[in-house]
């Protein structure tokens, strides 16, 4: 069964720092994919960043990058230079399902302070 | 806008009651999810439609949960006889659809927060 594993509950930063949020995943398929969603207190999932598991390179968007590491079965989400606006719960996905449907871990709080 | 809609945004009822949630997704999204999210937890796959089609309803928790997408845009999220358990944000999604790669990303909408008391 494929899972999602998070074991920051919560995480502090300082603004303008950068920050590291933890994933691991379990999966027996060759081929599937990694998200990562920003959770603000609004309650709407942001998606912020892909990778797929052929992608040779490292999936980047802006501040946010993802360092894949294969044989590790990990996914952290990397946010350079926070700011306040980025203290939101953030989570990881991968595609599951015989639909595409995802699956999510339980979750950063991330905290930016000023 | 474009992005996904769903209302109402919070729902209070009495135990026993039954609810509809709606969700208008993008305009032209194949793909349709539900998703259940507890306090405190990540959103979990309740049901997935493919155009007017259910095709996966695996993750629904009881046959008190029923979705609807009958022209297959609006959908509809029903639940019967309401429990103090089903307390939580109901998530929608569309997307394109897309066997694999990055045509695959969710668009989510804001949610419904259901409170029963």
């Known amino acids: 069964a494929q899972k999602i594993t998070q074991t920051q509950p919560g995480m502090f930063v300082q603004e303008k720092e950068a920050v590291t949020l933890d994933c691991t995943y379990d999966?027996?398929?060759?081929?599937?994919?990694l998200f990562w969603y920003k959770q603000p207190s609004s309650g709407e999932m942001i998606f912020l960043i892909y990778q797929g598991s052929y992608d040779e390179q490292n999936a980047t968007e802006g501040r946010y990058s993802l360092n894949f590491q294969k044989a590790r079965k990990s996914a952290n989400l990397v946010i350079s230079a926070s700011q306040l606006g980025d203290s939101a719960m953030y989570f990881c996905?991968?595609?599951?399902?015989?639909?595409?449907?995802?699956?999510f871990g339980k979750g950063t709080k991330l905290s930016v302070k000023p | 806008g474009a992005g996904v809609s769903q209302s109402p945004r919070y729902k209070v009822a009495k135990r026993g009651q039954d609810v509809a949630l709606r969700c208008d997704p993008i305009?032209?999204?194949?793909?349709l999810f539900w998703y259940q999210q507890a306090l405190g937890q990540g959103p979990e796959f309740l049901t997935y439609f493919q155009n007017e089609a259910q095709l996966d309803k695996s993750g629904l928790p009881s046959d008190r949960f029923f979705a609807e997408r009958p022209e297959g845009s609006v959908s509809t999220l029903k639940i019967q006889r309401t429990q103090q358990e089903d307390s939580a944000v109901y998530l929608c999604?569309?997307?394109?659809?897309?066997?694999?790669?990055?045509?695959?990303?969710?668009?989510f909408g804001p949610g419904t927060r259901l409170t029963v008391l």
């Open positions: 305009s032209g999204h194949v793909s």
């Open positions: 999604a569309s997307s394109l659809y897309s066997p694999s790669g990055r045509d695959n990303e969710q668009f």
């Open positions: 999966t027996s398929d060759q081929s599937y994919g």
């Open positions: 996905a991968m595609r599951g399902g015989s639909q595409g449907n995802l699956i």
